[in-house]
């Protein structure tokens, strides 16, 4: 399709799994965000990269939370050990060009839930 | 910081009902602005954007104007329909780097026919 995909769109996890989540950005976006997204919360930024390049990961709540690109498309973001306050939706979005003012387009999300 | 404030909601209007969703902003330097909107089950969608003081923005009869002297992004619509129901997100960037996104914490509106 032609926006960003993510999946799953839910993933239900025991406390202690660790889980991947999956982010397909529009063909041919070179930023990537991830965001975290609370209940009744607005997003929150958690990590980006420019094509393959983490450059900023100053959001990730902390060293359990890991994020990868490795061919500048596809992205997995990584929980280990997972938590209850992992409980949120994760979002995704791309945008064609680094340091412009282009919109973000986010995809539908993946809803987590810790047991 | 850069930070976002939206107004609690929810809002509640009938239809045809004259909209304003505030937001206030506080940041260093000249940011740029947006509404988002958010539709039950799905992500994000960019509804309008100002990039620089007294720019307005519009779309589907949404329209803001980024206002540097009240630090506010104001949202209105003068005839909403009950399909503009959903959460709204008022976010900034510094316009500079590559700009991750502050977002205020939503706005739900629930319109009824």
Known sequence: ?115 | GNSVTQMEGPVTLSEEAFLTINCTYTATGYPSLFWYVQYPGEGLQLLLKATKADDKGSNKGFEATYRKETTSFHLEKGSVQVSDSAVYFCALNKNTGFQKLVFGTGTRLLVSP
Not at chain 1, 18 to 40: K, M, N, T
Not at chain 1, 47 to 62: I, V
């Open chain 1, 1 to 115: 399709g032609a926006g960003v995909s993510q999946s799953p769109r839910y993933k239900v996890a025991k406390r202690g799994q660790d889980v991947a989540l999956r982010c397909d950005p529009i063909s041919g976006h070179v930023s990537l965000f991830w965001y975290q997204q609370a209940l009744g919360q607005g997003p929150e930024f958690l990590t980006y990269f420019q094509n393959e390049a983490q450059l900023d990961k100053s959001g990730l709540p902390s060293d359990r939370f890991f994020a990868e690109r490795p061919e500048g498309s596809v992205s997995t973001l990584k929980i280990q050990r997972t938590q209850q306050e992992d409980s949120a939706v994760y979002l995704c979005a791309s945008s064609l060009e680094p340091g412009t003012q282009g919109a973000q387009h986010f995809g539908d999300g993946t809803r987590l839930s810790i047991l």
